[in-house]
């Protein structure tokens, strides 16, 4: 099973003296007393994750936990305070501000909870944005953001501006844009975290439908149970910045290493569990 993306004991710490603070989480201190000691807030610490080519990647935990932190340090949004962030084998900070450029025009396409739509264009202007951004003609990028909203179920709407659209039609024009980029990697940040139950459910439908013929590497964060365990290949559970679980959903539920994974787990009915294939699709 080769590592597509993997990030190797990467921590994240906001404040002056991010030193002190990691000195002090080696020492054992958890976040809340690094606070106290140093002011310092804690996003991330000694993170390790191979995140396997061709599968969905499902990263959950409560509000705080690190898991958004986390994504961003993928396509280096974020710079961690420690540690080493690759893709394809590559150290993604030491990348020049070109190399970076292209790493997130060609390689990486990101959805965000809140959609991240530009309200002055229209949605076929959205969608074909990232192909227009890495120079690809007008022609060829609005006929590629054309056939992907048609597969998103908005054809008709190429001319509407976000702020005609419903919430779940704008991320479903997210979600379009991301694809439309033709990149290999696709991070989504708690994407459908703001929709009803109803529609969280089509849209997660459509996306394994999608994953099934596309076969991207995709990192989903969440914080909902029910959703990691139903669209991922793999979890990892993250709890106050620190990982505390990672494997295939069965075995995560079938062995909680914790009383905070068994809280989580407990509320996924078996049904919801895929059956491990050893290995991510791809």
Known sequence: MSARIELRHVSKVYGDDPHRALTLLAQGADKHQVLADTGSHVGLY???LSIPAGGIYAIM????????????HINRLIDPSAGQVLVDGEDVLGFSAARLRDLRRRRISMVFQHFGLLPHRTVLENVAF??????????NAQAAAQGWLARVGLSGHERDYPDHLSGGMRQRVGLARALASDTDILLMDEPFSALDPLLRDDLQSQLLTLQAELGKTIVFI??????????????????????????????????PVDDYVARFVARVSGADVPRSTGSAPG
């Open 130 to 139: 990232g192909r227009r951004v890495r120079g690809e003609s007008r022609r």
């Open 46 to 48: 000694d993170v390790s």
């Open 222 to 255: 969440t914080h909902d149970v029910e959703e990691a365990f139903r669209l991922g290949q793999r979890i990892a559970l993250l709890r106050d910045g620190r990982l505390v679980q990672e494997g295939e959903p069965a075995a995560v539920r079938a062995a």
């Open 61 to 72: 935990g409560l509000s705080g936990s690190g898991k958004s932190t986390l994504v961003r």
